[in-house]
């Protein structure tokens, strides 16, 4: 039997993932995590999107041993290393370049919340403005500065004080899908009397992760690109969790033709787990004086390392997106089958997928009945109600079918138990 008294005793209240999944992890490769009764159980959880490319992939492993073996720098603050003139190159020839996007990379701390202060702090400084706009149901992380463009409202209000200098949009098909957003937007904007003046910038995520798999419509993202700049205010786009191929490509935004003028980037970049984040700045806006942003582990070059490793393994061409758009087809298929038999809408795109089951405690408890039976994956949504699929890319097409048949047995307990408990007045069921 596994003890868990351990973190029950010594750590904080505050942990929470380790509550849904109450084992002792030793081990991990691809899309495996191994606890230490030796068994396995399949992550369609991807570590909340950090494992795109799975758990220690062994040609990453690699670049980054050789690296600490060689006794090249590890920390450096932000002087100059071989490590991060690799990376900026490659990003450079990789992803920007071959896209027409020119960006300054500023390394902030390495989380992704961190990406996000930058990012406020560049856009407030390059307009002179103070006001962000942010979605509803959006989420950035946990500082304060993006708290204040969170949606939840529990999350929020852990911060203990007001946070301010924000204004909460309606995000595509908030409004119901006769409803224009944009247009609703652009209302309250040009009415010098509306109350909502012109932000320093917009922040999205193009498809809202943790808001419950919202996935904004390409031409609605154009639209509030000529917004944004039609009031003189900038575009982020927060690419933290779904960039770095979750969608396919790399960018999320990948075929839109929209060049945010700031975008963050963490969670999969350093594609080994490692903490690495940026906050890429069109050159026109990089106005930050020397150090007027700074912070101790922006040099993190074992990071640095594995994400130029990624780079060159899995985008020199688009093989990998091809293939992820391939599996997102058999995700997709499961995905409608759990909606089919147990009502619901499936949402999302490539490899992010979700179903909002009517329900809305399903979720949760399909989370629980999967791990019984071997699958880590979690939930999403302002209630909890969007069961998440978030696998690393790299999972195979049987590890797929494995999973969702654990899956669907798991919804088949869930909602078969479900009924004479919902049926107050009814008689007593007995299996
Ligand atoms: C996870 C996440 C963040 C915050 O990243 P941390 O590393 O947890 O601070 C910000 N934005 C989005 C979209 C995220 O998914």
Not at 120 to 138: D, E, H, Y
Not at 378 to 392: D, M, N, S
Request: hydrophobic share 40%; proline share 5%.
């Amino acid at each position: 039997m596994t003890d868990l008294s351990t973190f029950s005793r010594l750590e904080s209240e505050v942990r929470s993932y380790c509550r849904n999944f109450p084992t002792v992890f030793t081990h991990a490769e691809g899309a495996v995590l191994t606890d230490e009764s030796g068994r396995p159980y399949l992550d369609f959880f991807g570590g909340a999107g950090a494992l795109n490319y799975g758990h220690n992939h062994p040609v990453l492993r690699e670049a980054l041993i050789a690296y600490l073996q060689s006794g090249a720098v590890t920390h450096s603050l932000d002087m100059h290393t071989a490590a991060k003139a690799r990376f900026l190159e490659t990003l450079d020839a990789r992803l920007l370049k071959p896209r027409g996007l020119s960006y300054k990379v500023a390394f902030p701390s390495p989380s992704g919340t961190n990406a996000i202060e930058t990012a406020l702090k560049i856009a407030r400084k390059a307009t002179g403005r103070t006001g962000i706009v942010s979605f509803t149901n959006g989420y950035h992380g946990m500082t304060l500065g993006a708290l204040a463009i969170t949606g939840n409202q529990s999350k929020r209000e852990g911060g203990g004080i007001s946070v301010t200098d924000t204004s909460v949009m309606p995000f595509d098909g908030y409004l119901g899908r006769n409803v224009d957003t944009i247009d609703v937007m652009r209302r309250y904007l040009e009415d010098p009397s509306s109350g909502v003046d012109a932000p320093a910038a917009f922040i999205l995520e193009t498809i809202q992760a943790e808001g419950g798999v919202n996935v904004c419509d390409m031409d609605w993202l154009r639209r509030l690109q000529r917004l944004a700049h039609d009031v003189g205010s900038l575009l982020i786009v927060d690419d933290i969790q779904v960039g770095c191929g979750r969608t396919g490509p790399f960018f999320s935004f990948d075929g839109s033709g929209v060049q945010p003028d700031i975008l963050t980037l963490s969670k999969s970049l350093s594609g080994y787990g490692l903490p690495f984040a940026v906050t890429l700045v069109k050159p026109e806006h990089d106005v930050f004086s020397p150090g007027e942003h700074n912070g101790t582990f922006r040099g993190f070059n074992p990071a640095m390392v594995t994400a130029t490793a990624a780079l060159d393994t899995f985008w020199a061409d688009d093989t990998f997106a091809q293939e992820t758009t391939r599996k997102a087809g058999l995700v997709r298929e499961r995905m409608e089958s759990l909606a089919r038999r147990f009502g619901g809408e499936v949402r999302g795109r490539g490899f992010i997928q979700g179903v909002a089951f009517d329900d809305p405690k399903a979720a949760d408890r399909i989370v629980a009945g999967a791990f019984e039976r071997g699958v880590v994956i979690e939930t999403a949504g302002p209630r909890g109600e969007v069961l998440k699929f978030l696998a690393p890319l790299v999972v195979t097409d049987a590890q797929i079918a494995e999973g969702f048949d654990a899956i669907d047995e798991a919804a088949e307990a869930v909602f078969t138990k479900a009924r004479p408990v919902s049926s107050s007045n009814g008689p007593e069921v007995t299996a």
